[in-house]
């Protein structure tokens, strides 16, 4: 079971920054790639941002050169930094990681992958 816990979203005025974290907790032998999606009432789900175990980040048009997404694998925590925050930004937002286990059964070890979505953290962006 793993457990994705979020924090540092809130309303603040367009022009404005925000902090988002998201620390995994639970059993897992790893983290592979963690990201940030969003969600505005009446629309679909989008990738804003992630990022893999070796640094490697992604960012949806809309966001470039706006946001930022970090990690610290020590922590088990993925970061993202929101600055010049628009309107159109507001939504929520939802954390997610991709983990690797292990199954220990008579045949032998099998690795394993899941994925796990965060609760969300509403960000509100007023002009």
């Known amino acids: 079971q793993v457990q994705l816990v979020e924090s540092g979203g809130g309303l603040v005025q367009a022009g404005g920054s925000l902090r988002l974290s998201c620390a995994a907790s639970?059993?897992?032998?790893?983290?592979?790639?963690m990201g940030w999606y969003r969600q505005a009432p009446g629309k679909q789900r989008e990738l804003v941002a992630s990022?893999?175990?070796?640094?490697?980040?992604n960012y949806a048009d809309s966001v470039k050169g706006r946001f930022t997404i970090s990690r610290d694998n020590a922590k088990d925590t993925v970061y993202l930094q929101m600055n010049s925050l628009k309107p159109e930004d507001t939504a929520v937002y939802y954390c997610n990681a991709d983990t690797v286990t292990e199954h220990t059964a008579f045949i032998g070890v099998t690795t394993l992958r899941y994925n796990y979505w965060g609760q969300g953290t509403q960000v509100t962006v007023s002009s």
């Open positions: 990022i893999t175990s070796g640094g490697t980040t």
């Open positions: 639970g059993i897992f032998l790893s983290i592979d790639a």
